[in-house]
């Protein structure tokens, strides 16, 4: 999320460069521990050893600028780019995603 988050920063003020607003903007994560950490303001004992990454989030999301949303592993686009899928799973992101396939093969 840290990574997505400093990606965001930087396309938000690219952006802002040409006088567009893109502020909030949503991140979509399947993991609800990770959504649950960067949420809540109190630390527990577990915690305690937590990077700086966290801080970062932490600190879009109370700014406002950033909204994090909860999605099941099985609607997670991303899974195309960083797994191996089941052919229904491709198949289905690639559609959900508008990909064409520009050399088909000759039937």
């Not at 502020?23 to 700086?52: G, M, W």
């Not at 686009?77 to 959900?96: E, G, Q, R």
Request: include cysteine; glycine fraction near 2%.
């Amino acid at each position: 999320m840290a990574t997505a988050t400093c990606e965001l920063v930087w396309l938000a003020a690219l952006l802002s460069s040409f006088r567009i607003d893109a502020s909030p903007v949503f991140l979509y994560c399947d993991n609800q521990a990770a959504i649950h950490l960067a949420s809540n303001q109190v630390f527990h004992e577990r915690t305690k050893h937590i990077e700086v990454d966290c801080h970062f989030v932490r600190e879009k999301l109370n700014s406002g600028f950033l909204k994090l949303f909860h999605v099941r592993s099985k609607g997670q686009l991303a899974d195309i780019f960083t797994k191996a899928l089941h052919s229904p799973a491709f198949s289905d992101f690639v559609f959900k995603m508008g990909l064409i396939d520009v050399h088909p093969s000759p039937s």
